[in-house]
């Protein structure tokens, strides 16, 4: 029983990593880019959720402020993330060919770009924590924690699959030039890879504060170490191993919490990354081949 | 990943500490024309100096604000009867950016620079170690208004404190839990990597059982946890009567939720003085309903000194004081009081006459200097009660009831 209760937990929160995990995955697969803003992309639609839920009625119009309130978080992260590829990557990928070098630049934007938004963030929300209004009973959340996190993943496997959007980003994951010279936009692929990215994280990060009560400034850099770690142990580039890297990591650290070891939840999750790296260099679905995303 | 933190925190620091600074400036400027202005003040007597050393920006900017209020308020009320000794009293404030370095060096220019006779400060056990240790070298009392942790005043003989310490907050809660409840199956929850949270656990642990009282299940968790549910299940599955949580009160937020979510309601619980803010009221003020926390204060504690603070606070700030102002504020009365009856002007004149304080009445409750230089007080336990903290009883074997 005890077990069972901590498996459904862990099922609700390793949904919510694989949520964040996507937008990890979906940016290397395409650029080999670790977009480090990602987790405060996650963060600025916590709050923006926040303040939209609250301006809706919060408590008192549950089901409006909640898929309102989610809805703006997305539309909003959606375009944050496109301004930041736009500021941050973009001009880094065309102007500084052949004179930056083009692994550990973007890399290093990518941590500015992080620190840039933690600190806008704590300017223009205080440094405060804030309580985040609940909409719906715990259980309840949880459920539909479940639910929205796989219909929008399966959603997403269809269109990386099945679209010629999906079709164009997986062209782009094999040779971006090459892309380019059979027509595809590829500036346009990556735009609407980080805000398909954006929207998702947007999507955990309301769940995640509806369930776990409070928003504030740094909150991304827990989260967004989990789900890097995610990504990485399903195989980064790979949508199906961010799902299974986010879950395995959800029920991992419940089931820590059940031993009497609690605080080495972060040791156990690393030494699994380590472990599997070591078996499985790709990751857990990773695939050494080419196509990625 | 380890490296991109630091990076983070670091840069976080320094832009709240550019922030902090913006936001305290203003403030400083027309205090100060109005001390040199005040008509009461008899202009040919020397003021007495005091140094202040406060987090006026950086991280613990708010704890340092609200305690150079109290100090304020202290040092305005003092002056408008006359000073002590005749003398008017000047604070020099200085800010250490909640940063250990910066302490060393403030508290070095208020001692060489500004020669002044006493030290007031800091927040921060931390800080306050730095700083006790150059007042004691120099040879210059000290009283820290909030610094709980044991080891402050053990740095010498000239380094005193007006609140209680962790370890007597602890043993405190135990005698409340077990004596006063009668509660005898205990639960404890705490972070395990915050030194106050798992300081209060152990001192209550070890107290609870010497009372009686049986330990039925302990959970810890790591600060930067938010998801309590499966800590919540397991105590609640091994049925204790209360839940001792000596937690900051940004995680009490979520546990208090999970919590009443998961069958235990806010009545279960039992805190520390980590609780004592605002937000905990506003975000989970219906969850906690009806739960206890040791306390150093409570808005409506029923002793005189410390209506009288509450009514001359609201007035000037226009808000309720916290428990830091209030220390702040006895800090200092203590400090003017200890000099008024010192037999001499110099710091060690001021330093034994701190050290004999007996039954000095504060805004706190009734404060005596033990052997140790901490304050022998009563504390307070707090209850929320629709929505607000509520005074419910104080408890201390040796300090005076009020």
Redesign the interface.
């Known amino acids: 029983m ?1 077990i069972l ?2 498996l459904i ?1 862990g099922l609700a ?1 390793g949904s919510m990593i694989a949520l964040v995990a996507l937008g990890y995955t979906m940016v290397y697969g395409i650029l080999k880019l670790i977009n ?1 803003a990602h987790s405060e992309v996650f963060m600025m639609g916590a709050f923006i959720g926040f303040f939209a839920i609250t301006a809706l009625g919060g408590k008192d119009a549950p089901v409006l402020a909640g898929v309102g309130g989610t809805l703006a978080a997305m539309a909003f992260a959606g375009l944050l993330g496109m301004i930041v590829e736009r500021i941050a990557y973009a001009p880094l990928r065309t102007r500084g060919k052949g004179k930056a070098n083009t692994r550990v630049t973007p890399l290093v934007t990518a ?1 500015g770009m ?2 840039l938004l ?2 806008l963030a ?2 223009l929300f205080t ?5 985040y209004p ?1 909409l719906l ?3 309840d959340t949880r459920k539909v924690i479940f639910i929205a996190a796989f219909s929008v993943m399966s959603a997403l496997w269809f269109v990386v699959h099945k679209t010629w959007m999906g079709k164009a980003m997986r062209a782009l994951s094999v040779n971006i030039e090459a892309a380019r010279l059979m027509g595809i936009r590829t500036s346009r692929v990556i735009s609407i890879t980080f805000i398909t990215g954006s929207v998702l994280a947007a999507l955990g990060a309301v769940l995640y504060c509806l ?4 928003v ?1 400034p ?1 909150m991304g ?2 989260i967004g ?1 989990r789900a ?1 770690v995610a990504a990485v142990i399903g195989g980064i580039g790979s949508i199906p191993g961010a799902m299974l890297g986010g879950l395995l990591i959800g029920i991992i ?2 089931m820590t ?2 031993t009497a070891y ?2 080495l ?2 040791v156990l999750v690393f030494t699994a990354l380590i472990a599997v790296l070591l078996v499985k260099p790709t990751g857990l679905l990773g695939k050494a081949s080419i196509e990625k995303v | 990943m380890l490296g991109r933190r630091r990076w983070v925190m670091a840069i976080v620091a320094l832009g709240a500490s550019a922030l902090g600074l913006f936001a305290c400036t203003p403030k400083d400027a027309p205090q100060k024309e109005a001390a040199g202005k005040d008509p009461s003040i008899p202009a040919a007597a020397e003021p007495w100096k005091v140094g202040a050393y406060l987090s006026l920006s950086g991280a613990e900017t708010q704890f340092g604000i609200e305690t150079k209020e109290g100090i304020e308020l202290a040092v305005d009320e003092v002056n408008k009867k006359g000073g002590v000794k005749g003398r008017p009293v000047k604070v020099f404030y200085e800010d250490n950016k909640s940063n250990p370095q910066e302490t060393n060096n403030k508290v070095l220019q208020l001692i060489t620079r500004d020669k002044v006779v006493a030290l007031l400060g800091e927040v921060a056990s931390s800080r306050s170690t730095i700083g006790g240790i150059v007042a004691n070298k120099h040879k210059i009392p000290m009283i820290t208004s909030s610094a709980t942790a044991p080891e402050v005043t053990q740095i010498g003989p000239f380094v005193f404190r007006v609140c209680f310490t962790d370890d007597t907050q602890g043993q405190m809660g135990a005698e409340f839990v077990v004596k006063t409840m009668g509660k005898k199956r205990i639960g404890i929850l705490y972070a395990s990597d915050d030194v106050y949270s798992s300081g209060l656990a152990t001192q209550f642990r070890d107290a609870a059982k010497k009372l009686g009282g049986e330990i039925v299940v302990e959970k810890s968790f790591i600060k930067t946890e938010t998801n309590f549910t499966t800590y919540i299940n397991e105590i609640r599955d091994a049925k204790p009567e209360l839940v001792y949580a000596p937690i900051y009160y940004n995680a009490m937020v979520p546990i208090a939720r999970q919590a009443k979510a998961a069958g235990m309601p806010g009545s279960m619980f039992v805190g520390g003085d980590g609780w004592d803010a605002e937000t905990l009221l506003q975000d989970a003020g219906e969850e906690m309903e009806g739960a206890y926390f040791t306390n150093h204060y409570a808005p409506d504690v029923p002793w005189p000194n410390a209506q009288a603070f509450l009514k001359a606070y609201k007035e000037r700030f226009k808000r309720d004081p916290s428990s830091l102002s209030s220390l702040g504020y006895d800090s200092a009365q203590l400090l003017f009081d200890s000099m008024g009856r010192a037999k001499g002007d110099t710091p060690e004149a001021i330093r034994d006459a701190i050290a004999e304080t007996k039954n000095f009445a504060g805004a706190t409750g009734t404060i005596t200097i033990d052997p140790n230089r901490n304050a022998d007080k009563s504390i307070v336990i707090v209850q929320i009660k629709n929505k607000k903290f509520t005074y419910f009883a104080a408890v201390n074997d040796k300090a005076q009831k009020p």
């Open positions: 005890k209760n901590a937990t929160q480090f941590l992080s620190v933690q600190n704590q300017l440094a405060q924590y804030r309580g609940q009973p715990i259980e369930d776990q009560s409070q504030y740094t850099v827990v170490n890097f650290g419940e919490k059940l609690s605080g939840q972060d």
